[in-house]
């Protein structure tokens, strides 16, 4: 049990330090950095004094400073987010070509509408007629061959 005990402890001193974790950080992306930022702080502060029968006030200026800190890092992005970042961005690329196709269609059926007034309109009726007569007569002309011959 004692040896158990004694394996155990030393396999916590021995592992990985956070010292190995931060370099392996670092090499990945990780940043951290201090930024800290001095404000000073000017104020007018005026004291009532009196000497024997006399009072004025006495003003001064009285400065603070100020020092506020944050702290920035960034922290790299796991395949997870990497992944879902990706398809956000073909999914709003992917509305956006829909959007230019609307409006390209739209302009296109205005200029569709613009040149279907200039041209002459025709009786398409009278072309269905004239092409099915036509296959008639075709159709007759081969069987009054054969019945001749």
Not at 94 to 109: C, L, N, P
Not at 135 to 149: E, R
């Amino acid at each position: 049990m004692g040896k158990l005990f004694i394996v155990i402890i030393s396999l916590f001193l021995y592992s990985c330090s956070s010292q190995y974790h931060l370099n392996k950080a670092i090499k990945k992306g990780y940043v951290c950095e201090d930024i800290a930022d001095t404000i000073r702080i000017t104020t007018l502060d005026s004291v009532l004094i009196t000497k024997f029968d006399t009072t004025y006030y006495e003003t001064f200026l009285k400065t603070f400073d100020t020092i506020v800190q944050w702290k920035t890092q960034y922290i790299p992005k796991t395949r997870l987010d990497k992944r879902i970042e990706y398809r956000i961005k073909i999914k709003t690329i992917y509305k956006d070509r829909i959007v230019e196709k609307a409006k390209a269609k739209a302009e296109g059926q205005k200029a569709k509408s613009e040149v279907k007034k200039n041209r002459p309109k025709g009786n398409l009726n009278l072309l269905f007629v004239g092409v099915g007569i036509g296959l008639l007569l075709s159709f007759l002309w081969k069987y009054a061959k054969k019945t001749i011959i």
